[in-house]
């Protein structure tokens, strides 16, 4: 085998080792960051309605301590409202995201909300009546609410849209860069796949045999498999075990390693992946034997 030969293919195995490196990445974002089911899974897990419930009964003023219980047992109400909505919500930014729609719209309708706090409401006025209305009969009481729960209501509108001129043009400036930054990510992805299987014909063709051709595949399958492997594996350890930022509420922090484990397994499979088909090849390699010509018998 010549010089020039053997250059080419340790060139090669070179590209390859890097394109295996960013389809690796590419293959993880794509089965988390950027997939709209792992992101409701994720929201899921950390329990949404739960933690909302608590930053808002935290901003109760004192005085008004007694509504805490009420707005819980409304907050557990609405908690398959919320996920709904939560959910349609992740849909339609992804979408957007990555380019599957022009515009970033979503409509939220109110009343459930407006339903579920009108109970809650009324149970709390039962309860605990206004001084001035203990006493009275019931139906002038029912009324006195009725009258007072219509002007408040009238301040919640029956739905509110979610699109480009509520978020405006500061948010939606730092989105359309994202989203050109995801675009660029999937040209990358599939550019990655394309240069994969070019390089891997490359080495067939300048091989042309099959012990030489799966040593020199297998060997960068097998080094990117586990360099990819051993990174996740320090990341979780460091990132997941070690570094726990300050002053996170304790749901945030207990869902956070559990949030980088899941991330980072699409990214531990392919690197066990490639490590399997590494190996496999480099055992080919070794115990493959060219088929001798049989001698022609005269």
Avoid at 168 to 175: N, S
Wanted: charged share 15%; hydrophobic share 45%; aromatic share 12%.
């Amino acid at each position: 085998m010549g010089l020039a030969k053997r250059a080419a293919i340790a060139f090669l195995g070179f590209l390859l080792f890097l394109s295996l490196s960013v389809l690796g990445l590419a293959f993880t974002l794509n089965r988390t960051v950027l997939n709209p089911d792992f992101a409701i899974s994720q929201l899921d897990r950390l329990d949404v309605p739960s933690l909302a419930g608590e930053r808002l009964i935290e901003r109760i003023p004192e005085e008004m301590g007694f509504m805490a219980e009420y707005l819980d047992d409304m907050i557990t109400d609405l908690e398959p409202w919320i996920n709904e909505q939560v959910n349609a919500a992740v849909y339609a930014g992804y979408d957007y995201l990555l380019g599957r729609s022009q515009r970033l719209s979503l409509v939220i309708d109110m009343q459930p909300v407006k339903q579920s706090l009108r109970d809650s409401l009324w149970q709390a006025f039962v309860e605990s009546p206004p001084p001035e209305l203990q006493g009275v009969p019931p139906a002038l009481a029912e009324q006195y609410f009725n009258e007072f729960y219509y002007e408040f209501s009238e301040q919640i509108p029956p739905t509110i849209e979610i699109d480009e001129s509520l978020l405006g043009p500061e948010v939606m400036g730092t989105l359309e860069q994202v989203r050109h930054y995801i675009g660029y990510l999937q040209i990358a992805y599939r550019v990655a796949i394309g240069a994969t299987i070019a390089i891997i014909v490359g080495l067939v063709f300048l091989y042309r045999q099959v012990k030489g051709a799966t040593r020199a595949i297998g060997i960068p399958c097998l080094i990117c498999g586990i360099s990819t492997y051993v990174s996740t594996v320090v990341i979780k350890y460091f990132v997941g075990r070690q570094i726990v930022p300050v002053g996170l509420p304790a749901q945030l922090q207990a869902w956070l390693p559990r949030f980088i484990n899941d991330a980072l397994a699409p990214m531990q499979m392919f690197g066990i992946g490639l490590m399997v088909a590494g190996t496999t090849l480099l055992i080919v390699s070794f115990v493959y034997k060219r088929r001798q010509p049989s001698a022609y018998q005269g």
